[in-house]
C-alpha cells in the first residue's frame, strides 16, 4: 500500500496573539472538561479550506497524508447515542458538502453534539474513502484508520451549539446528477415506506450480521437502503408500517446508495401505507441512469450488447466475441461503446435466461438492444445488474420463465398436474393438501414442486389420476427422476402405493404403503427406483410440517422393467485424528458435529444454491466438494467444505482462482457440521495436499522492522544447514520470512525496501576443489535482477550497510524470472559471509522472491546448457500481416502495424488500449517437456495506480480441453524507455497438447510487441 501527500501551494498565514484561553462550545453543566474542550476559540482559526476543495485534493491512493495546514469547519450531523453510529462523526459545512471523521472513542455525542460548530485540523491525517464514502482518519497497520483518542482534541476543536442543516429533498424518481456531492449530508425522502411489514430494524437474533439492511420503497417502485446497526438501542423495535418521510445521513458503498439513522425520531411515517406498482418496461433506465440508481428491485434497464467479463474485474472486459464467457454480458447506451467503465455488468442466472441469451451460445446477440429486468447491485466491484429474470428485444415483449397462475392457498383438492406438464411422463396427478396453507403441489418448467419454506405447516398429496399398471413388466420399477433441496429425511417425501384409493377425495381414507427405493435418496438432483407390483395409485407425500422442511421436484415418473444399479457408495475409512488416519468423505458423513478432525477426498467442484456443480462450470469460491472419487457425480456422496472468506485457506484451495486444483485429494481439518444441508466441514483450519506436510496460516510480522529481524534457521528451508539472519536497512513491515520450506520476500504495494539475509556464521569455501553456491530460488514479478543480488563480504560484523560486499558472479544462467537452481562461483574465495539482499522502490512494483534451498559444496559436473529449438509460435515477429492484421494472431482492435521502432525485423505490433486487449495464438505442444517463452515490448504508456499493464496469461490444455497449466506473470513497465525482454521456461504436464499463448494488455497502456518465442528444449 502506498502513502501519497500533497504540499499546499498557498501560505497559510496564521493569526497569532488572538488564542483563548476560555473554552467557546456548549457544555453540560455537569459535564467536565475533556475530549471536545480545546483553549482555542475556533473563531479565531482560519478556515483554509472547504469540505469540497479538501476533497477535491485527494489523489486517489488507499489513504492520502495531509502534511501542510489544512483547516475545515462543519457542522456535526451525526450522532452515536443511540448506537447507530460507531467511532466516527459526520460533519457538513455551508456549501452542503460533507465528510465522515473516524475518531477511536464512543460517546462522541457528549463532546461532539448534532448541531455543533468543529472545526478541523487536517494537518497529519489521512484522507481515503471506504466503498466509496469519502473518510478523514488517522492510519492503523497501513492502513486508514481512527484518530487515536489521546490526539482527537488536537485535530478536531469543538465549536457553538447551532441548529442542525437544512436538509437536502430526494426525489428517488428523479436522482440528481450529482448525487455523490450529497454523500456524508443530511437528507430527507418523502413519500417512502419500508417494504417489509411488521419487520424489526434490525436483526437482533444470535449469530446475526452486526448491521440489517431494510429497503424502503416509494410507490414506482424505486428503493433506497437504511442500514442499521443491531447494536443500537432501538434495534428490535418494529418499524412503522405506514408511509411518510425520513431524514437521515446519505451514505454509499460500492456504488449502492444508503441512509445511516440517527434515531427512530426522525422516522415520520403517519399516512396510509400505499401500493407499489410494478415497474414497467416502458419506463426502463439507461446504463447511465442505472449506475446511479443501485439498489432499486425489479428495475428495468436497456441498453446495447458490447462484450463480457470473464474473470474478476472489469479489468477483465473482453469487447464483442473475444474470450467471451456465458455467465454475464455487458451492456452500454451506444452500440460502439469500447470502455466497460460506461458500461454495465449484467448477471445471468443458470436456467431459463442464461439459457436463453447467453452470447458465448448466441453470438448474434452481440451489439443488440436488450430490455432486462433485475436487481440493481454491485457487479464485478461495479454498478451491476443481479438476478436477472426477464428480458425484452423490442421494450414490448416480455420474456420470462413460465409461472403458472396459482391460488393464493389450497385445502383439500388441489390443482390437477398432467404428466405432459412434467417431463417424459404420460401418467395425469391430482392433488391434495391435508391443511390450508399456501404450500402445494403445482408445476412449471417440466417439473412438479413443493416447497413449505416459510409458508403455513402442510401434508401436501400428488396423486395418481388412475391406477398405474406394473402388471406389464416382473419385476417391474417405478422410476422417479427427482431433485431434493435442504435435505431433512426421506420421511418427509414419500413415495406411496395404494390398491383401494377411491381414485377421489381424501387420501387418508385409504390405505396407503411407502415404497422404498433400491437407491439412497439425499440431497441432489437423483433418479430414484422403487419396485412395485399389481395395479394401484401411487401418491408423492411431502410432509412440510417440521421445523426444517425440504423441497421437492419431480421431473420425471415411469414405470420400467428394467432394474437400475446403483453405484455402490464407498465404504468409511479412518478416524479423523489425524493426517494419518483421516476421515474419507463416507466416513465424515457419518461422523457430523465433531470439531478439529481431518477429511480427506478429491476435489470434484462446487456446490451453490444447494445444487452440485460439477467440474469448473459455475464454480463459486466460497467452498469446494469432495468426493473419495474423482469421477463421482451423486451430491449424497459428497461433502461440502466451507472455505471462509479472506482466509489463506481460500486463497490456495478455491478451484475458481487455482483451477489445477480440480480432482486433486486434499486434506483439511475442520469440523464435521452440516453445510448446505447435509453433512459438510465447516471452519477449516488448516489443510495439506500430500497427506504428510500440514499448510497452516504463516503469521506475517506487520510491524515496521528497521534493523536485525528474526533469525531463519537452514531446517526452516529445503535441504539446507545454513542458518541465517534478517537485517532492515530502510524501516518496512516487509522483511525476510520462512514457511513452507522456503524463506520468502515481496514488498509489493510496501513501499521502499532493502531486506537482507545474511549467513549467520561464514561459509569456508575454501575446503573445495571447485567451490560453488547452489541456490533453488524462484523470482516471480521480476523489476529487475538487480533487485535480487546475491552478495559476499569478508568485513562484514553485524549491520549490512557498513560492510563491503561483492556480486557473485553467475556459473551458467540466471533467468530474470521462474523457478531455477543458480551456481554461483566461488572460486579463491575462503570464510566469507554470504547475504540475498532484495530491493524495492517507493512504488506499487516489487520483485517476489523465494529461496528455498542454499548449498556450498563442490562444483557439480557440468549441466547440459540448454538448448532449444525452432520458434514454434507462427509469426512471432508480426513481419506479415493481411487486411491490417498480423498473420496467424487473435488479436483486438485498438492495433496497428508499427514499422519505425522495432526490435528486430522490419515490422512489429503495437497495441493501444482503453480496455482489456488480448493477443493470442493456440498451437500444438508435447507433454513432460520444457520450454521457454521469449517476448521483447516497449512500453509507450502504462497504467496509473496497477500492479502492471502487461501481464502473460497463458494456458495449457489436454486432449479433451482440460486446463492442466498456467503460465502466467507481470510484465515490467515502470521507467523502460527502450526494449525490454520477458523471458521465462515452464515444463508441461504429461497430458498436455496444446499451449494456449495470451498476453493482456490492460487499460490505458500502449506497447508495441516484437520478436515473440515459443521454443522446445531439445537436450
Same mark, same amino acid.
Given at each position: ?50 469540505i ?35 467511532k466516527?462523526i ?91 456531492n ?13 417494504v ?9 437474533s ?77 419506463d ?46 455487458v ?10 467503465q ?15 441469451i ?51 392457498f ?51 398429496w ?21 431433485k ?44 430414484s ?33 428394467? /432394474?437400475?444399479? !446403483?453405484? *455402490?457408495?464407498? &465404504?468409511a475409512? %479412518? #478416524?479423523?485424528? =489425524?493426517?494419518?488416519?483421516?476421515? +474419507?468423505?463416507?466416513?465424515a ?9 481431518w ?10 444454491n ?12 466460497s ?32 478451484i ?11 486434506w ?27 499448510e497452516?496460516? /504463516?503469521?506475517? !510480522?506487520? *510491524?515496521?522492522? &528497521?534493523?536485525? %529481524? #528474526?533469525?531463519? =534457521?537452514?531446517?526452516s528451508?529445503? +535441504?539446507?544447514?545454513?542458518n ?27 513501499g ?44 562484514y ?22 523457478e ?30 523465494d ?34 492484421s ?32 488480448d ?101
Open positions: 500500500m502506498k502513502t501519497q501527500t500533497f504540499n499546499k501551494f498557498i501560505q497559510l498565514l496564521l493569526i497569532g496573539g488572538l488564542l483563548s484561553a476560555s473554552f467557546f462550545g456548549c457544555k453540560k453543566d455537569n459535564e467536565p472538561d475533556g475530549p471536545g474542550t480545546d483553549p482555542e476559540n475556533p473563531d479565531d482559526i482560519e478556515i483554509t479550506h472547504t469540497k476543495e479538501l476533497i477535491d485534493l485527494y489523489d486517489d491512493s488507499d489513504m492520502m497524508l495531509i502534511s501542510e495546514e489544512v483547516m475545515i469547519k462543519g457542522t456535526v450531523i451525526s450522532s452515536d447515542e443511540t448506537g447507530n453510529v460507531y466516527s459526520t460533519i457538513q459545512d455551508e456549501e452542503g458538502t460533507g465528510i465522515q471523521i473516524k475518531l477511536n472513542k464512543t460517546n462522541l455525542y457528549l463532546d461532539y453534539a448534532q448541531g455543533q460548530t468543529v472545526v478541523v485540523k487536517a494537518e497529519d491525517l489521512y484522507l481515503g474513502h471506504y466503498g466509496g464514502l469519502m473518510q478523514l482518519g488517522g492510519e492503523y497497520e497501513g492502513k486508514l484508520g481512527n484518530i487515536e483518542a489521546d490526539v482527537i482534541t488536537k485535530h478536531i476543536i469543538a465549536g457553538e451549539q447551532g441548529e442542525m442543516p437544512q436538509p437536502s429533498i430526494i426525489d428517488l424518481n428523479n436522482l440528481p446528477d450529482n448525487l455523490s450529497l454523500y456524508n449530508t443530511w437528507v430527507t425522502i418523502k413519500d417512502v415506506q419500508f417489509d411489514e411488521d419487520s424489526t430494524y434490525a436483526d437482533v444470535e449469530g446475526a450480521f452486526s448491521a440489517t439492511n431494510r429497503d424502503l420503497t416509494n410507490e414506482e417502485g424505486k428503493i433506497i437502503i437504511l442500514r442499521n446497526s443491531k447494536y443500537a438501542t432501538w434495534a428490535g423495535e418494529k418499524m412503522p408500517n405506514e408511509s411518510g418521510e425520513i431524514s437521515a445521513i446519505l451514505t454509499v458503498f460500492n456504488g449502492t446508495n444508503q441512509l445511516t439513522l440517527n434515531s427512530p425520531e426522525d422516522v415520520k411515517f403517519t399516512n396510509a401505507r400505499f401500493e407499489i406498482k410494478d415497474g414497467d418496461i416502458a426502463a433506465l439507461t446504463v447511465a441512469e442505472a449506475q446511479k440508481a443501485q439498489g432499486q428491485k425489479s428495475t428495468w434497464i436497456k441498453g446495447y450488447i458490447i462484450g463480457t467479463i470473464n474473470g474478476m474485474s472489469l479489468d477483465d472486459f473482453n469487447l464483442g466475441l473475444t474470450d467471451v464467457t456465458h455467465t454475464n454480458f451492456i452500454a447506451d451506444s452500440k460502439d461503446e469500447t470502455d466497460p460506461n458500461g454495465m455488468p449484467i448477471q445471468l442466472p443458470a436456467g431459463f435466461i442464461r439459457d436463453a447467453n452470447v458465448k451460445d448466441h453470438g448474434d446477440l452481440m451489439g443488440t438492444m436488450i430490455w432486462l429486468k433485475g436487481d440493481l447491485e454491485p457487479y464485478f466491484s461495479a454498478p451491476g445488474l443481479k438476478q436477472t429474470d426477464a428480458y425484452s428485444f423490442d421494450g414490448e415483449k416480455i420474456e420470462e420463465e413460465e409461472t403458472p397462475d396459482l391460488p393464493d389450497v385445502e383439500g383438492k388441489g390443482l390437477d398436474i398432467l404428466g405432459t406438464e412434467l417431463t417424459n411422463t404420460s401418467i395425469d396427478f391430482t392433488t391434495w393438501n391435508e391443511a390450508r396453507s399456501s404450500a402445494f403441489w403445482y408445476a412449471a418448467n417440466g417439473n412438479a414442486y413443493v416447497n413449505a419454506y416459510n409458508k403455513e405447516a402442510v401434508t401436501s400428488m396423486i395418481s389420476k388412475e391406477k398405474v399398471d406394473f402388471t406389464q413388466y416382473s419385476p417391474a420399477y417405478l422410476n422417479v427422476k427427482e431434493l433441496s435442504f435435505f431433512t429425511s426421506t420421511d418427509d417425501v414419500k413415495v406411496m402405493i395404494s390398491a383401494d384409493y377411491s381414485g377421489t377425495g381424501d387420501p387418508k381414507a385409504a390405505t396407503w404403503s411407502v415404497l422404498n427405493s433400491t437407491n439412497e435418496r439425499a440431497q441432489g438432483d437423483l433418479t427406483q422403487f419396485e412395485a407390483s399389481g395395479e394401484a395409485y401411487i401418491a408423492f407425500v411431502y410432509n412440510g410440517t417440521g421445523d426444517n422442511v425440504m423441497s421437492w421436484n419431480i421431473y420425471t415418473v415411469e414405470v420400467s422393467g428394467d /432394474e437400475i444399479t !446403483p453405484p *455402490e457408495k464407498p &465404504e475409512e %479412518g #478416524d479423523g485424528e =489425524s493426517l494419518a488416519t483421516a476421515y +474419507n468423505v463416507t466416513a458423513q457419518e461422523n457430523q458435529d465433531e470439531n478439529d478432525v477429511v480427506k477426498g478429491k476435489i470434484v467442484g462446487t456446490l451453490s444447494n445444487n452440485l456443480n460439477l467440474g469448473l462450470s459455475g464454480a463459486v469460491a467452498n469446494i466438494a469432495i468426493a473419495v472419487n474423482e469421477d463421482e457425480t451423486l451430491m449424497a456422496n459428497v461433502v461440502p467444505v466451507q472455505l471462509p472468506n479472506n482466509s489463506f485457506i481460500r486463497e490456495q484451495v478455491n475458481v482462482d487455482n483451477p489445477d486444483n480440480l480432482g486433486k485429494q486434499v483439511i481439518k475442520g469440523n464435521t457440521i452440516a453445510y448446505f444441508g447435509i453433512p459438510g466441514l465447516k471452519s477449516p483450519t488448516s489443510f495439506s495436499w500430500d497427506g504428510l506436510t500440514e497452516e496460516e /504463516e503469521e506475517i !510480522p506487520e *510491524e515496521e522492522i &528497521e534493523g536485525a %529481524g #528474526d533469525p531463519i =534457521s537452514g531446517s528451508l529445503t +535441504n539446507t544447514s545454513i541465517f539472519t534478517t537485517f532492515n536497512a530502510i524501516s518496512s513491515t516487509e522483511i525476510w520470512t520462512a514457511a513452507n520450506g522456503k524463506a520468502s520476500i515481496n514488498a509489493y504495494q510496501k521502499e525496501v532493502e531486506s537482507w539475509l545474511i549467513s549467520e556464521n561464514t561459509i569456508d569455501f575454501s575446503t573445495f576443489t571447485t567451490p560453488r553456491l547452489y541456490v533453488s530460488e524462484k523470482i516471480t514479478y521480476s523489476q529487475g535482477i538487480e533487485t535480487v543480488k546475491v552478495l559476499y563480504s569478508t568485513d560484523s553485524g549491520d549490512p550497510t557498513t560492510a563491503s560486499w561483492t556480486e557473485f558472479t553467475v556459473d551458467g544462467d540466471r533467468n530474470n524470472g521462474g531455477q537452481r543458480v551456481a554461483f562461483n566461488a572460486e579463491g574465495l575462503n570464510a566469507v559471509t554470504i547475504a540475498f539482499k532484495y530491493t524495492a522502490d517507493d512504488s506499487d512494483y516489487a520483485t517476489g522472491w529461496i528455498e534451498t542454499v548449498e556450498a559444496k563442490e562444483k557439480e559436473s557440468a549441466p547440459v546448457d540448454p538448448e532449444y529449438g525452432d520458434n514454434i509460435i507462427l509469426n512471432g515477429g508480426f513481419e506479415t500481416w493481411t487486411n491490417n498480423p498473420d496467424n494472431w487473435s488479436i483486438p482492435s485498438e492495433t496497428e502495424i508499427e514499422t519505425s521502432d522495432v526490435q528486430e525485423g522490419s515490422s512489429a505490433l503495437k497495441i493501444t488500449a482503453t480496455a482489456r486487449r493477443l493470442k495464438q493456440s498451437f500444438d505442444i508435447e507433454g513432460g517437456e520444457e520450454y521457454k517463452i521469449t517476448v521483447w515490448y516497449k512500453p509507450l504508456s502504462t497504467k496509473t495506480n496497477a500492479n502492471t499493464t502487461f501481464r502473460m496469461w497463458s494456458s495449457i490444455d489436454d486432449a479433451d480441453g482440460t486446463e492442466v497449466g498456467t503460465v502466467q506473470g507481470y510484465f515490467k513497465d515502470d521507467e523502460i524507455t527502450d526494449w525490454e525482454k520477458y523471458e521465462t521456461t515452464f515444463t508441461t504436464d504429461p497430458t498436455a497438447t496444446t499451449f494456449n499463448f495470451e498476453i493482456r494488455t490492460y487499460s490505458e497502456g500502449t506497447v508495441i510487441y516484437d520478436n515473440i518465442q515459443v521454443q522446445k528444449r531439445t537436450n
